[in-house]
T-cell receptor
């Protein structure tokens, strides 16, 4: 199994630009999670999906952030417009509810907004 | 509602010494509990998990954790620390209700191993 795949691994952009982060979960997993990790705030859950439907987006910082899951094998997290305070590592994870909700994490996308 | 408290944001030990990382949880339903490890510039990896089968859980790299319901604890231990154990460790709980399907993570404990 290839594990959770995220792209790009690194992204450097300028303030005001649109940023799109991508995630491919493990095949067969029915939950997908987006996290943000910073030194100041630690690991934060932004949003999660069950069977492609958003369940809880209360962690999404503001309207500049949006996430979609058009099918079971692909999800995007978009920031528009980006700001320097969005600089962080963004992780995607997936899980299977029958497996005690054990989450498998991707390698992360390191985002730098200048 | 569920929550996790990791006591000590930083723990420092000498190589060969016992490692003890503390985790206390709160859950309204019987919990599933996890320890994850994050090495620098990497994602989180599962160390071990408690799923009610046995209270003492063994994981990778000689780590183990004991579920104590009376103390609502799930502390992580390793008899002898290696330099390669230096990383950040996260305790997490999975429960029901409005939290069904997701994990609630603690704030993490950074383990430093001195030669």
């Amino acid at each position: 199994d290839a594990g959770v795949i995220q792209s790009p691994r690194h992204e450097v952009t300028e303030m005001g630009q649109e940023v799109t982060l991508r995630c491919k979960p493990i095949s067969g997993h029915d939950y997908l999670f987006w996290y943000r990790q910073t030194m100041m705030r630690g690991l934060e859950l932004l949003i999660y999906f069950n069977n492609n439907v958003p369940i809880d987006d209360s962690g999404m910082p503001e309207d500049r952030f949006s996430a979609k899951m058009p099918n079971a094998s692909f999800s995007t997290l978009k920031i528009q417009p980006s700001e320097p305070r969005d600089s962080a590592v963004y992780f995607c994870a997936s899980s299977l509810w029958q497996d005690y909700n054990e989450q498998f994490f991707g390698p992360g996308t390191r985002l730098t907004v200048l | 509602a569920q929550s996790v408290t990791q006591l000590g944001s930083h723990v420092s030990v000498s190589e060969g010494a016992l490692v003890l990382l503390r985790c206390n949880y709160s859950s309204s339903v019987p919990p599933y509990l996890f320890w994850y490890v994050q090495y620098p510039n990497q994602g989180l990896q599962l160390l071990l998990k408690y799923t009610s089968a046995a209270t003492l859980v063994k994981g990778i790299n000689d780590f183990e954790a004991e579920f104590k319901k009376s103390e609502t604890s799930f502390h992580l231990t390793k008899p002898s620390a290696h330099m390669s154990d230096a990383a950040e460790y996260f305790c997490a709980v999975s429960g029901g209700g409005t939290s069904y399907g997701k994990l609630t993570f603690g704030q993490g404990t950074i383990l430093t191993v001195h030669p």
